[in-house]
C-alpha cells in the first residue's frame, strides 16, 4: 500500500506583536492547498487584565479571511461599517474582493476583566478565484449553532466551510472547499473522505496516526491526492483541522496582506494603501503601515 502522505509541513513561527502564531501556509515548494493560501494557529495566548489582541487596520485584496477560535473573543470592524464579535465556534467570513480595510481586538468586556483570558484559534486566507478576485467586498458572522455538527463515536466534526460527511456549511464558498474542526477521543478513528481533489490535516492539539506514523501539535499533513479516503486514529484526545477543496486556479503573487493573480494590481493596492485611498474603518482610525515604511 502506498503512503497516504504526500508531505508534513513544520509551522513557522511569526510574532505579531501582541501574540504569535504558527504559520504553515504558504510554504516552501507549496503555496496553496486548495485555495488555502495562508493557515495561521493563533496562540494559545494568555492575557492579563487590560491586555489582549491589538490588530489594528490594515488592507486586504483577491482574498477571503475566515477566523474560527477555539477560546476567546475578537471585535472585528470593517471599512464596511461592521462592528462584529465573534466567540469560540463561530465563523467570520470576510471577502475583500477588490479592497477592504479591517482591525481585530479583544473587546472591551474581556480586557476588562478582572482574571487571565486566553485567545486559540485559526484564521485562514482563502484565494478568491480570477473572476471573483474583483468583486465588491462583503463580511458575514456564522454563530456556532448555524454549523453543521456530525457526531461519530468519540468524534464531533464541526462543517466550518463547504461540504463534508454529508453535510454543507452556510457559508458563501466560491468553489468546492473542506473546512472541517474534528475533535477526536483518545483512540477514536475518523476517516477523510476522497471527495475534494486536494487534502490536508493540521493537527491544532494532541497526536494522531496516519498509516503506522505519528503525528503532533503544529504539524501539517498534505494527504497524496489519489489516496483515496485515509484514515487517522488519535493517540490521544486530539483536535485536527481538515482543509482543502478544489485545486485553485493558477498560482497567486502575495504582498503583505494582498493576494493577487497578477503583480499589477498588487503594486496598486501598495500605493492606494500608501495613499490613503482605501475606506477607512469607521470608530477605529489606527493603521499598520506598509513593511516597506
Request: glycine residues 10%; contains cysteine; aromatic residues 8%.
Amino acid at each position: 500500500m502506498s503512503n497516504p502522505v504526500a508531505r508534513v509541513i513544520e509551522p513557522r513561527p511569526r510574532d505579531l506583536g501582541d501574540f504569535a502564531v504558527r504559520r504553515v501556509l504558504p510554504a516552501v515548494g507549496l503555496q496553496t492547498v486548495a485555495s488555502f493560501i495562508f493557515f495561521d494557529h493563533m496562540g494559545p495566548a494568555e492575557f492579563g487584565p487590560g491586555q489582549g489582541v491589538n490588530v489594528r487596520p490594515h488592507p486586504h485584496i483577491g482574498l477571503a479571511t475566515v477566523t474560527y477560535l477555539f477560546e476567546g473573543a475578537f471585535m472585528h470592524r470593517d471599512s464596511l461599517g461592521t462592528a462584529q464579535l465573534i466567540r469560540a465556534g463561530d465563523v467570520n467570513w470576510m471577502v475583500a474582493g477588490r479592497g477592504i480595510v479591517h482591525s481585530e481586538r479583544t473587546p472591551p468586556e474581556v480586557r476588562d476583566a478582572t482574571g487571565r483570558t486566553r485567545v486559540h484559534g485559526i484564521q485562514t486566507w482563502i484565494a478568491l478565484p480570477r473572476a471573483e478576485e474583483e468583486r465588491g467586498p462583503s463580511f458575514a458572522h456564522h454563530g456556532v449553532a448555524s454549523l453543521p455538527r456530525v457526531e461519530r463515536p468519540g468524534v464531533i466534526l464541526t462543517v466550518i466551510a463547504g461540504t463534508a460527511y454529508g453535510e454543507q456549511s452556510p457559508v458563501d464558498v466560491f468553489a468546492p472547499t473542506l473546512y472541517v474542526d474534528a475533535r477526536l477521543a483518545d483512540e477514536a478513528v475518523l476517516e477523510v473522505p476522497d471527495e475534494h481533489v486536494q487534502r490536508a490535516c493540521y493537527v491544532a492539539q494532541g497526536r494522531i496516526e496516519i498509516a503506522g506514523q505519528a503525528y503532533g501539535e503544529g504539524q501539517f499533513i498534505v494527504l497524496a491526492s489519489a489516496a483515496g479516503p485515509v484514515s487517522m486514529r488519535a493517540l490521544e484526545t486530539a483536535r485536527v483541522m481538515l482543509a482543502g477543496g478544489a485545486p485553485l486556479d493558477g498560482p497567486r503573487h502575495l504582498y503583505w496582506n494582498f493576494v493577487s493573480s497578477t503583480r499589477e494590481r498588487i503594486e496598486v493596492a501598495r500605493r492606494d494603501w500608501r495613499e490613503r485611498k482605501f475606506a477607512p474603518v469607521p470608530g477605529d482610525a489606527d493603521r499598520i503601515p506598509l513593511p516597506d515604511e
